[in-house]
């Protein structure tokens, strides 16, 4: 079903010619899709429409993608709900996903409009949704709609928004290894045509990471990778952190490295936290790692790619249990959803 309808985008204009400020949001540890939506958007808001923005971010950006935000002022105090007609939720499914600015967000009386591409919207929780998950990324989406308020023409939109968009939809597929449509492909062409600097993006988010981390994949892929038949994961534990003086976000991507061993067809990354354990999963087509994600861990996303968490306890009594624990689920759930 079409997400982006000309009735919709009709709402939406009026929805933007009031008064009063625009919030937006989007969840908890911002991915470069997150950074992206909430960069395009507040540009274009600003640029083109004039509307006063506000940016809640809450968690730490991670440094390689911190450069998504240049010149966006962002803000975690949820008392700018107060100002603003209407807020903007970017790559969420539900308000739930938004941390401490839930309980702000769902007392908000601002009209509430949704940009995503994740499975199970909480259509419920908004005046206006546009959701897809036939698309690559929600800057994906949002590309569409940003496009189609401008009728079909990017003149208008600044470079800054389409350059975000790019960023984002670049980071959620893996730099187009991962849930790619048609239409990834010509928003790219598009982009690219409008003058966004495609290999800028490429160094930034890929080739100017800290040495840290080169040495942190290094060494966990040589001596913490385990395979287990058709799964491979990586423990990473507190120790590991402080031995590399890993960041939050400095280790995105290493999970997808295993699915390139031949008969590997799940892959998970397991990282220690206070009192969980983050969890992130990517598999290839003939496994559904949204499905392993809901069944075990508390998650969700997207068929190939998902997250979710281990609550120690509750979960696992024991940290020291988790190899054995996580190798035993994986194998009842690739049994009973085989190839």
């Avoid at 941390?99 to 769902?106: H, I, N, S």
């Avoid at 007392?107 to 036939?134: M, P, R, W, Y």
């Avoid at 490429?202 to 385990?226: P, Q, T």
Wanted: with cysteine; charged share 25%.
């Amino acid at each position: 079903m079409e997400s982006v309808t000309d009735v919709k985008i009709l709402r939406l204009a009026k929805m933007l010619e009031g008064d009063g400020g625009v919030a937006l949001v989007s969840h908890l540890r911002p991915d470069g899709d997150a950074l992206g939506s909430l960069a395009a958007a507040a540009s274009y808001l600003d640029a083109v429409l004039g509307k006063e923005v506000t940016v809640l971010v809450d968690d730490d950006v991670p440094q390689g993608l911190g450069f998504i935000l240049d010149g966006i002022s962002c803000s975690s105090d949820c008392s700018a709900l107060d100002s603003c007609s209407l807020v903007l939720a970017l790559d969420i499914n539900s308000l739930d996903r938004t941390g401490r600015f839930e309980q702000a967000l769902r007392e908000c009386g601002a009209q509430k409009v949704l940009i995503d591409h994740h499975q199970n919207t909480a259509v419920e929780e908004f005046d206006l949704v546009f959701s897809s998950v036939e698309v690559s990324s929600a800057c994906e989406l949002e590309y569409r709609v940003l496009k189609a308020l401008e009728n079909g023409s990017l003149e208008r939109i600044p470079l800054k928004s389409l350059t975000a968009l790019m960023c984002g939809m670049t980071t959620d597929t893996n730099n187009f290894a991962n849930s790619v449509w048609p239409s990834t492909l010509q928003m790219a062409s598009e982009l690219l045509a409008a003058g966004v600097d495609r290999d800028g993006i490429i160094d930034r988010i890929f080739n100017s990471c800290r040495e840290n981390r080169v040495r942190a994949v290094s060494y966990l892929l040589s001596n913490k990778l385990v395979i287990d038949g058709k799964f491979a994961f990586v423990v990473v534990n507190e120790e590991d952190r402080r031995r590399f003086g890993l960041r939050d976000g400095e280790l995105e991507g290493m999970v997808n490295i295993p699915l390139s061993i031949a008969g590997v067809r799940l892959s998970a990354t397991f990282t220690e936290d206070d009192g969980f354990y983050r969890v992130s999963l990517r598999s290839k087509k003939d496994v559904s790692a949204i499905r392993f994600a809901r069944q075990f861990f508390h998650g969700g996303g997207h068929e190939q790619a998902a997250g979710g968490r281990i609550h120690i306890p509750g979960d696992l009594r024991d940290k020291n249990e988790i190899q054995a624990y996580v190798t035993g689920l994986a194998a009842r759930f690739l049994q009973e959803n085989p190839a």
